[in-house]
C-alpha cells in the first residue's frame, strides 16, 4: 500500500522548520520525504498550501468505557479523536471498574482495535479503585499496555502512598499523571475563587488548592527520581512551580489544556454547566501567565482533558453538574486560533507541544515525521474556518462552551498507520 502526501509544508520538528515537500507512505510507514516525489502506483493526498504534522497526540482523554458509555465509548472517542486530528489518545483510568488491573488495560485495547481508529494508550491507575490507600500491581500493568499511571480526578491524599507509588513506577520507568488537588481547601467548591465567584454566589476553589499539592509532588518527585508529569496546570503559581523544577535539572513536565489558555472564571457569568471544569477556569493574570509557560517552554504538552457528559447530567444547577467539557474536536482549531495567530507560539512549537512531547512524555512511538516512522500523519489547514457545532461532533458528549465560535486552522486529514480514519484523500 502506496499513499502519496503531495505539495504539503512538511512540519520538521527536529528542524524546527516548515517545508513544502511530499511524503511517501509505504505499508504503513514513512517511506520517503522530498521534492518531486513519484506518484506512480501511490494513492495521492493534495495537500497543497496545508501543514503535514507528526500524528498528533492527546495525553489525557476520558474514553468513559467500560461502564459509561452513555457518556462516551472507545469508540465514539476514538472517531472524536480522529475528526480532531489526534492520531493517538491516551486514556484515563477512572471508569468503571478502575483500570487498576490487567483485565481492564486488556478490554481497553481490544476495543480500540475493534473501532480501527486512533491508536489508544491505557493509563492505570496509582492506587486500587483509585481510593488512594494501596498502590496497584504497575509492573502487570505496564505489561500489558498501560503507558503512565494516574489517579486522574482523585488527588493521592496521602504523601507516605504517593512516595511508595513514585517509587515503584520510577523503578518501572512508568510516568506518574498526578491530579494536584487538596480536597481540604477544595471544599465544595464549584469554580475559581474570586470575584466572579462571589458575583455569583457560587462557592470557590483557591490557586492554592492546585499549587500546594504540586508543590508536594515536586518534592516527592526530587526524592524518588521519578518521571512526574503534571495533569492539567490552571494558575500562574503552578506554572511558577514547574519553571523552578525545570531550573533545579528535575523531570517534570506538564500539560495545560486549550479551555485554560483560552477562557476565564468571567465565562462562568450565565451559569452555563459547559464551564464547569475542574480545575476551575481561572483569572486573566492566569491565563497570561499559562500563555507565557507555553511560550517559554515551561508547559511542554497541549492536552484536552476531554470528559464527556450526557446532557441529562449538565442540564442541572450549576453547582449539581459534574466538571467536564469535551474538547478533542476542537483542540486544533483552539491552538491555532488562540496561539499560534496571536503569535503566543510558532506553528512548530505547537505541534512540538500537541505530537512530539506528548510521545516523548509517555514514551511512544511517534511525534515526528522522518523515514522509517510510523505514518500517522495529521494534515491540517491552516486557513480553514468554520463555526463549532456540538451536533456534528462524532463525540457522544455535547457538553462545550466554545459552542459558535468561529475557528480558524483545522485538521482536514487524519491518517493512522498509512491508513486515512478521517477526512479524504
Excluded at 486500587?128 to 504497575?138: L, N, R
Excluded at 462562568?268 to 492566569?286: I, M
Excluded at 483542540?331 to 505541534?351: C, D, M, P, S, Y
Aim: net charge negative; with cysteine; glycine share 10%.
Amino acid at each position: 500500500m502506496k499513499l502519496l502526501i503531495k505539495g504539503g509544508e512538511v512540519v520538521a520538528v527536529d528542524r524546527l522548520t516548515v517545508e513544502k515537500a511530499d511524503v511517501l507512505v509505504v505499508d504503513g510507514l514513512i517511506a520517503a520525504i522530498g521534492k518531486n516525489l513519484p506518484v506512480e502506483g501511490a494513492e495521492v493526498i493534495a495537500a497543497n498550501g496545508q501543514l503535514v504534522c507528526p500524528g498528533l497526540i492527546d495525553i489525557h482523554v476520558h474514553l468513559r468505557e467500560p461502564c459509561f458509555e452513555a457518556k462516551e465509548t472507545i469508540a465514539t472517542g476514538t472517531a472524536a479523536a480522529a475528526r480532531g486530528g489526534f492520531t493517538a489518545v491516551a486514556c484515563m483510568p477512572n471508569t468503571n471498574s478502575v483500570n487498576d488491573n490487567v483485565s481492564v488495560v486488556n478490554f481497553i485495547l481490544a476495543q480500540a482495535a475493534t473501532a480501527g481508529l486512533a491508536r489508544v494508550y491505557p493509563i492505570g491507575a496509582i492506587t486500587k479503585s483509585s481510593k488512594g490507600k494501596e498502590i496497584t500491581e504497575m509492573a502487570d500493568l505496564k505489561a500489558a499496555g498501560a503507558v503512565a499511571v494516574s489517579d486522574d480526578g482523585l488527588p493521592v491524599t496521602s504523601a507516605g502512598v504517593m512516595r511508595r507509588a513514585m517509587q515503584y513506577a520510577g523503578m518501572l520507568d512508568l510516568p506518574v499523571i498526578p491530579h494536584c488537588e487538596d480536597h481540604s481547601l477544595v471544599a465544595n467548591g464549584v469554580m475559581h475563587e474570586g470575584y466572579y465567584s462571589t458575583v455569583l454566589g457560587l462557592e470557590g476553589i483557591p490557586a492554592a488548592a492546585e499549587e500546594v499539592m504540586i508543590a508536594r509532588d515536586i518534592i516527592l518527585a526530587e526524592t524518588t527520581g521519578c518521571k512526574l508529569h503534571i495533569a492539567h496546570i490552571s494558575t500562574a503559581g503552578a506554572v511558577e512551580l514547574v519553571r523552578r523544577a525545570k531550573e533545579r535539572g528535575l523531570d517534570v513536565t506538564c500539560e495545560v489544556t486549550p479551555h485554560h489558555f483560552t477562557l476565564t472564571d468571567q465565562a462562568v457569568v450565565g451559569y452555563h454547566t459547559a464551564t464547569k471544569v475542574n480545575p476551575p477556569l481561572r483569572s486573566e493574570s492566569d491565563v497570561a501567565a499559562i500563555k507565557q509557560g507555553l511560550a517559554d517552554g515551561t508547559i511542554n504538552v497541549i492536552a484536552t482533558d476531554h470528559a464527556p457528559h450526557t446532557l441529562e447530567e449538565k442540564a442541572v444547577a450549576y453547582q449539581d453538574a459534574p466538571f467536564g467539557l469535551v474538547g478533542l474536536e476542537t483542540a486544533v482549531g483552539l491552538v491555532f486560533t488562540e496561539l499560534v495567530a496571536t503569535g503566543v507560539l510558532t506553528v512548530v512549537q505547537a505541534i512540538t507541544k500537541l505530537s512530539t512531547n506528548p510521545a516523548k512524555v509517555l514514551g511512544v512511538p511517534g511525534g515526528r515525521l522522518a523515514v522509517g516512522e510510523i505514518a500517522d500523519i495529521t494534515i491540517i489547514d491552516p486557513l480553514l474556518e468554520t463555526k463549532v457545532d456540538p451536533k456534528k461532533f462524532a463525540s457522544k458528549g455535547k457538553n462545550t462552551p466554545f459552542s459558535g465560535r468561529m475557528l480558524q486552522g483545522l485538521p482536514t486529514i487524519t491518517i493512522v498507520g498509512g491508513k486515512v480514519v478521517y477526512g479524504e484523500s
